[in-house]
């Protein structure tokens, strides 16, 4: 196999060092792999110009760098001569543009050398297939997705966006926009304005994701956007019942009271 050829284009250059350091030095490509850095590039009209004039196999490429950025660099590629491209960001909501655009991988800063390992070994195997398939690319984003969300979240942020499919769709939702969720054995149900989503995760699992301030448990099978509770009416035994802005009633149970952040309860 041919050096596979690399620009590596991000306007910081201890961004462009790193990922230097990680192809040329420590072993950084997988097996005997050869590889070649061809270019560097600082902004988007130099990346341009250095894919145009060098043809790499595949281009590290920043999401925001001074104009074009990241996106604008590869609508302005000619799509017959478009190098494969692993994203690096520290921002997770371009993430779904990103796999639209066929990326190969997309690393959230920041990242180790083990996760760009993973993604240059991925970037091999699709190189080797002669080419980036549209049908088994695309089917696969939405792990990738998922493993993505995932570091973000092992860094100790709130969860904030989530994976959601209906039928072969799949989005992100902001976690702004559930009402309230509700337990359903080993799934959970999010109730939004534009109606319901099942994801595979328990309802133990969502609590401790999500941001305290924002959500809380209030029963073994509810966890509710506190910015959607309109009231809180005193039952029984120490329960109260919760109505919410879309007129949904849920029980907040005593055991779970104190999850609450509301004096007077």
Known sequence: ????????AD????ARAKIR????????APGDLD????????????TIEAVERTRPDLLFLDVQMPEPDGFGVLAALDPDARPHVIFTTAYDEYAVRAFEVHAVDYLLKPFDEERFRRALRRAVEVIGRGGVGSTGEVAGWPDALRR???????RGH??????VRRGETATLLRTDEIIWI????NYSRLHTAAGPHLIRC???????????????RIHRSHIVNLDQIRSLHPWSHGDWLVRLHDGTELMLSRRFRDRLPFDGL
Do not use: C, K, W, Y
């Not at 709130?158 to 994976?163: F, G, Q, T």
């Not at 509700?182 to 054995?185: F, M, S, V």
């Open 1 to 8: 196999m041919d050096p596979i050829r690399i620009v590596i």
């Open 11 to 14: 306007d910081e250059p201890p």
């Open 21 to 28: 350091r990680f192809l040329t030095g420590g072993g950084g």
């Open 35 to 46: 590889v070649t850095i061809v270019a560097e590039a600082a902004s988007g009209l130099e």
């Open 148 to 154: 993505l969300i995932d570091e973000a979240q092992t």
């Open 158 to 163: 709130p969860l904030e966006r989530i994976l």
């Open 182 to 185: 509700e337990a359903a054995g």
């Open 202 to 216: 328990t309802l133990a699992g969502l609590e401790a994701r999500l941001d305290p301030a924002r959500f809380a």
